[in-house]
């Protein structure tokens, strides 16, 4: 990857995949530690990671440098930049909700450390607030415009967005896994987190009859016909490699245990999960991938 070209909201990869300025913001917080002998310690941004964060924090060398420090020097810097990040990047209620418990979590560490800064506490006070401020706008905003039009809108965008050939830079399997990824971090998911089960159920089958539609139209298959894992797995050849590093970062949390189709599709193992089978079919790949995406266990 081409480390002179940062990637910012405006790339070509982020006007495809909408999600990723979200998780990266989710990133951000959670690579923050109040335990400052182990700030130095702590495990390095992804690449695509920090390209994001370069570009969307400060365009010019110098920020960037304060930028790139906070991550693994000042907790009181990197608090500065995740209020701005917050304020300027993240839009959806599941991102502010996660920010926020992490936020939470942080505030309770510093209440054990007796000598920590003053500054620090007040800064995680803030931020804690200003999030709590944020959620509560953007839950009124959802009751006023209909929870259930602003998730069937977004489904239906990002199906349209898939059908006129946005997401062709990916495998076949891959261009399911982008599509759910979308419309979990989008109002589709924050509905499918604010109902109960029997209520979000009907629509994550109205997902899979779609995503399962889609996928198939373009393997040009029948929907329960199966193809070799390796066809379903397959990049076109012009695939640029920041598709690569933004699905692989994206299912980044996967494991074989929890979401073997989606480490199969995105991390494509040398040993698959035992639970893959070799030949696939459109249906066969989205029954997997929807409950895998849209689990509660993710973010646990």
Known sequence: MNQQNPIGPNAEICEVLTCLPERMVVDFANNLTVAKD?????????????????????????????????????????????????DSVAQ??????????????????????????????????????????????????VDLIDCKQAAQLNLERVIARWEAGGFNCFSLAGRSYVALEELYWGPFGDLCRQLPINEHQPFLDDLKNRVQIQLAKDAKLDQTKRLSLEDWQRWPEQSPADARDAITWLADQATPERSPMTVAICQQPEKLPGTVPLRCSAKRITDALVPEVFGAHRYE
């Open 92 to 141: 959806s209620t599941h991102t502010l909700s996660l920010v926020q418990k992490r936020v939470s979590t942080l505030t309770e560490n510093t209440a054990a450390i007796v000598n920590y800064s003053a500054d620090t506490r007040d800064m995680l006070a803030h931020l804690e607030t200003r999030l709590s401020g944020q959620l509560n706008s953007l839950e009124e905003k």
């Open 38 to 86: 182990h700030i130095r310690e702590q495990k390095k941004p992804s690449g695509l990671f920090k390209r994001l964060l370069g570009t969307v924090s400060g365009k010019n060398q110098r920020r960037q440098i304060e930028v790139n420090a906070s991550l693994t020097e000042s907790v009181d810097a990197s608090l500065q930049w995740l209020t701005k990040l917050t």
